[in-house]
C-alpha cells in the first residue's frame, strides 16, 4: 500500500542520537539533544520530583480523564509562575490558558490558534537561526514561515545578538505581524536581548503593532541571584515586561528542562486576552482546538508540577536543585573555555562562558562537525550547538582536544 511513500530524512536533533547509539566507542559523546545530565553523565530526576511523586502516590488518585484544557491547579500554577503573583491578566480574569502537550503541544496549538483567528496575514516570522521544530510546528499549523534575524553566521566580529539586524527586520516586517520571541535561554544560540534591549523591543513591537508569541522553553541555567533567592523574575523579564506594557501575548511553556520532566510531556499555553468576557471566548475555541487533536492532555506530569509549585517547601527544593544544574553547567563552561585556550586553539571562544542556557552555540562549522564524529566518535548537531549538560569531568578535557584538533585542521 506504501509503495509510493518516499523516506524522510532523519530529524536534525534526534537523528544525532541515532548516530551516536551507533558508534561503538568508549569515549563517544552525544552532545545533540538538549537534555539535563548530572556529573556522571546520567539522566537527572530531580528529588523534588520524586517527593512529589511519594506524596502523590500516597493519595492513590484516580486516573479519570481530565477536562480539556487540562488540571485547572496545575495550570494556575503555572500562570503564576511565569507572570508573576500580582499579574493584572491573573488578577482581573482575562488570561486563557490550557495545559498542553510539553512546549511543542503549546506551540501547536497556538500556531493552529493564529492560523484560524489571527486578524493580520497568516504568517509567523521565526529567529534565524531557531529551535528547529519551530518552522514544520508552524507549517503544519497552516502559517507561513519568514524570517528574522538574530545573529549573522560565521560572522566572528559579532559573537552576540545581532540586534541592529534584528530591530530592522521586525522594523521591515509588515505592520502587525506575529513575531516568535525565544522568551530566554534562546535555542540554539544562548544568546539573549538584554533587559534594555527588551525594552527597546517592546516599543518597536508596539509602533508596528506586533503580535508578541513567546516561546518559553528553558531555564537559562545560569547562577544569577534571582534563582539563589527563591525567585525567577530574571527568566520570566521579558514576558512579564511586554505584559507590563500592555501587549497581549501568547506564551508557551515547558516544564520538561527545568523540572527534568522532559517525558512526562507537560506544558501549557496562555493568551493574555483584553476582557473576561474575550477570555471566554478564546477559552472556548482551545477546546475546539484540542478535542480532535487529542481530546486531553496526560495527568500525571501535571499533578507533579503543581505539587512542587503550591508545596512551599518543595517549591524552595526545586529552586536549589535547578540552582544546581546552572552551577554544574557554569562550570563546565569554564573548564571547556580553559582547556580551549590552554590548548591554543585558533578562534576566539569567550562566548562558551557567556552564552545562557543549556546550549552552546560553539561557531563549529559543518565540515568540523562532521570531523569531530567520525575521528573522535562525538556527536552534535551541524550547525555546532553542544549540550553543555552533556559534558563532565570525566569527558571535558577529550572534547576539548578534539575540538582543538578538529579546528587545527
Ligand atoms: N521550544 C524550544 C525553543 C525548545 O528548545 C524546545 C525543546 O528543546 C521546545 C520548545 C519543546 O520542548 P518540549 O516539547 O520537550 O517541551
Ligand atoms: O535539543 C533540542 O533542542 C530539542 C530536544 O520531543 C527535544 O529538540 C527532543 C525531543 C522532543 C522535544 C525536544
Redo the contacts with the bound molecule.
Keep these: 500500500a506504501w509503495a509510493n511513500v518516499p523516506a524522510g530524512p532523519p530529524d536534525p536533533i534526534l537523528g544525532v542520537t541515532e548516530k551516536f547509539k551507533a558508534d561503538q566507542s568508549p569515549k563517544k559523546i552525544n552532545l545533540g539533544v538538549?537534555a539535563y545530565r548530572d556529573g556522571k553523565g546520567k539522566p537527572y530526576v530531580l528529588p523534588s520530583v520524586l517527593k512529589a511523586e511519594e506524596i502523590l502516590y500516597k493519595k492513590m488518585l484516580d486516573k479519570e480523564y481530565l477536562p480539556i484544557t487540562g488540571l485547572s491547579d496545575f495550570t494556575k500554577a503555572a500562570a503564576k509562575l511565569a507572570y508573576g503573583e500580582n499579574s493584572k491578566p491573573l488578577d482581573e480574569n482575562r488570561l486563557a490558558i490550557t495545559q498542553s502537550i510539553?512546549?511543542?503541544?503549546a506551540?501547536r496549538i497556538g500556531t493552529a490558534f493564529l492560523a484560524r483567528f489571527y486578524p493580520g496575514a497568516k504568517a509567523i516570522y521565526l529567529p534565524t537561526p531557531t529551535?528547529g521544530n519551530h518552522i514544520p510546528i508552524a507549517k503544519d499549523s497552516g502559517l507561513e514561515v519568514k524570517q528574522y534575524k538574530v545573529k549573522r553566521y560565521f560572522d566572528k566580529e559579532t559573537v552576540g545578538l545581532d540586534f541592529e539586524g534584528m530591530k530592522a527586520d521586525i522594523k521591515a516586517a509588515p505592520e502587525g505581524s506575529i513575531i516568535l520571541l525565544?522568551a530566554c535561554a534562546h535555542?540554539p544560540t544562548g544568546i539573549d536581548p538584554t533587559e534594555e534591549q527588551w525594552k527597546e523591543l517592546s516599543v518597536l513591537m508596539k509602533e508596528k503593532k506586533h503580535f508578541s508569541f513567546f516561546?518559553m522553553?528553558?531555564p537559562r541555567f545560569c547562577a544569577y541571584q534571582g534563582f539563589a533567592s527563591g525567585d525567577i523574575v530574571k527568566d520570566a523579564f521579558a514576558v512579564r515586561y511586554f505584559v507590563e506594557q500592555g501587549h497581549q501575548i501568547l506564551l508557551c511553556q515547558?516544564f520538561?528542562k527545568n523540572l527534568g520532566l522532559?517525558g512526562e510531556r507537560v506544558?501549557a499555553i496562555s493568551f493574555v486576552c483584553a476582557d473576561k468576557e474575550e477570555k471566554a471566548r478564546v477559552d472556548s475555541q482551545l477546546k475546539i482546538i484540542i478535542r480532535p487533536l487529542y481530546s486531553n492532555p496526560p495527568i500525571h506530569g501535571a499533578r507533579l508540577v503543581h505539587t512542587i509549585l503550591d508545596t512551599p517547601e518543595l517549591y524552595k527544593e526545586w529552586l536549589v536543585e535547578v540552582k544546581g544544574m546552572a552551577d554544574r553547567i557554569i562550570s563546565m563552561r569554564e573548564k571547556l573555555y580553559n582547556k580551549l585556550v590552554e590548548l591554543k586553539t585558533p578562534g576566539e571562544w569567550g562566548h562558551i562562558k557567556s552564552q545562557i542556557g543549556m546550549f552552546s552555540f560553539t561557531g563549529l562549522k559543518p565540515e568540523q562537525v562532521d570531523k569531530l564524529a567520525e575521528k573522535s566518535s562525538i556527536y552534535l548537531t551541524r550547525d555546532g550547538r553542544i549540550s553543555m549538560a552533556a559534558l563532565n569531568e570525566s569527558n571535558v578535557e577529550y572534547f576539548a582536544e578534539s575540538v582543538s584538533k578538529a579546528v587545527k585542521g
Design positions: 538538549g510539553s512546549g511543542t503541544g506551540l529551535w525565544h535555542n516561546d522553553a528553558s515547558s520538561a522532559y506544558g
